[in-house]
Nanobody, 124 residues
Framework: QLQASGGGSVQPGGSLRLSCAIS????????IGWFRQAPGKEREGVSY????????LYSNSVKGRFTISRDKAKNTVYLQMNSLRPEDTAVYYC???????????????????WGQGTLVTVSS
């Protein structure tokens, strides 16, 4: 199971840290992706961390502002979001998969396990 939390309302330029608590399997054995879905839009991948060597990747829309990290002791993956913009407003989901190829990391269908989502609202 994946449990996403940490969402909330913040002003533009603010920061939030999302958490994805994992139970039932070891986070280090799974690639983890963070996705978001704004109203009326498709779900899009924003960040990824590999299971093997901890490689991290970001979509162009969040690169330089978001940071993904993994705490193996807590079996939790985090998404630190800085310099938030109104266009970052969305429901954020974490997803996991034990075997995923690099070319598929931004495709939601590539992930077997999903959390319930946490809402992030960026507004003045």
């Amino acid at each position: 199971q994946l449990q996403a939390s940490g969402g909330g309302s913040v002003q533009p330029g603010g920061s939030l840290r999302l958490s994805c608590a994992i139970s039932g399997f070891t986070s280090g054995a799974h690639a983890i992706g963070w996705f978001r879905q704004a109203p009326g839009k498709e779900r899009e991948g924003v960040s990824y961390i590999s299971s093997s060597d901890g490689t991290t990747l970001y979509s162009n829309s969040v690169k330089g502002r978001f940071t993904i990290s993994r705490d193996k002791a807590k079996n939790t993956v985090y998404l630190q979001m800085n310099s938030l913009r109104p266009e970052d407003t969305a429901v954020y989901y974490c997803a996991a998969d034990p075997s995923i190829i690099l070319s598929s990391i931004w495709a939601p269908r590539s992930y077997d396990h999903w959390g319930q989502g946490t809402l992030v609202t960026v507004s003045s």
